[in-house]
């Protein structure tokens, strides 16, 4: 059901047609143009495109059997940067960050088309090999889900099957300094042969954020990993995210609208599989030029 497209799109900016194409609703002072005309221009409003990316994605599609989960997306990652996916449930957030490192190769009958390219190569070329591209596009769940292991064994059993170490003092750092950059060094550095599962669910969820970083990732997918948090834990990961932009690129996907606005510098808004704006979050937020960003935005959707 495809009921966004029979509604108009408004823009209450400039938009990328010829202006012959717009017509002025006088008595709201929007222009507006009929949706036909815009899906023919392309449904992506804002600014999907960055300068040097980290990752292109290129009219990406995604099905699961006969269903076609994501349409013709087209969007940019770029460097140092924390990219929000928003959108009402089931419009295709986790689906689309799936395809950034291939996890939907692990689902039965789901099948990606497009291209998306990490630092200019196609991460679904045949020769990829999916183990060291989900250390280089490293995931963290909605739920915390470290392994039965020690806290010590959990950031370092990817340094280990990577061999990213050659002896027992380098492991050592790696797990040191990516529990400082997880921000829970000071918290566990006396505790670390205890179970990871033994930690505090905002703890556990830095952990898995140290394993993740522990590989070296270039960029760090995050799919609600503040949803099973309180707000003192949650405020603690989106601090993390800020720093962690220092160094990596992160796409969070977020059912909190001042989440996203407090951690990231641009939002997508998907809508039944469409990536329908992206744009500065400041922006997207306040000015959104979609009709349909501006209902979810407003509450007035999903
Ligand atoms: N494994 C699957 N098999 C079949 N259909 C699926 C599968 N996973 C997702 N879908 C369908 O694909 C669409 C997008 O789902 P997805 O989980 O990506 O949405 P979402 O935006 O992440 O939603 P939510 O906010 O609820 O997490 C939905 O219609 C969903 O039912
Ligand atoms: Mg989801």
Request: charge should be neutral.
């Amino acid at each position: 059901m495809k009921m966004a497209f029979q509604q108009e799109l408004w823009q209450p900016k400039e938009l990328d047609v010829a202006t012959d194409q717009l017509t002025r609703t006088e008595e709201k002072k929007e222009l507006r143009i009929p949706a036909e005309r815009a899906q023919s221009v392309g449904q992506t409003v804002g600014k999907p495109f960055v300068d040097n990316p980290r990752m292109i994605c290129r009219e990406v599609n995604v099905y699961y059997g006969d269903k076609h989960a994501i349409r013709q997306v087209s969007l940019d990652i770029a460097r140092h940067e924390v990219i929000a996916m928003i959108g009402p449930s089931g419009c295709g957030k986790s689906t689309f960050i799936r395809c950034l490192n291939r996890m939907n190769d692990t689902i039965d009958g789901c099948r990606v088309t497009g291209q998306i390219l990490l630092d200019g190569q196609n991460i679904y070329d045949r020769q990829v090999d999916v183990v060291p591209l989900r250390a280089q596009v490293g995931m963290v769940f909605q739920k915390p889900n470290p392994f039965p292991k020690s806290i010590y064994d959990n950031v370092a059993y990817g340094p280990k099957i990577h061999g990213l170490a050659r002896n027992r003092s380098e492991l050592d750092q790696i797990v040191e300094i990516s529990l400082r950059k997880a921000g829970l060094w000071e918290e566990v550095k006396d505790r670390l042969s205890q179970s990871g599962t033994s930690l505090s669910g905002g703890q556990q969820q830095r952990l898995c954020i140290a394993r993740t970083i522990a590989v070296g990732p270039e960029v760090i997918l995050m799919d609600e990993p503040c949803s099973a948090l309180d707000p003192i834990a949650t405020g603690k990961i989106e601090e993390l995210i800020d720093e962690l932009r220092q160094q990596y690129s992160i796409a969070i996907v977020t059912h909190s609208m001042q989440q996203a606005a407090r951690v990231s510098q641009r939002t997508a808004y998907f809508h039944l599989g469409d990536l329908i704006e992206v744009g500065q979050t400041d922006q997207l937020f306040t000015m959104p030029r979609h009709k349909l960003t501006q209902d979810y935005i407003t509450g007035r959707f999903g």
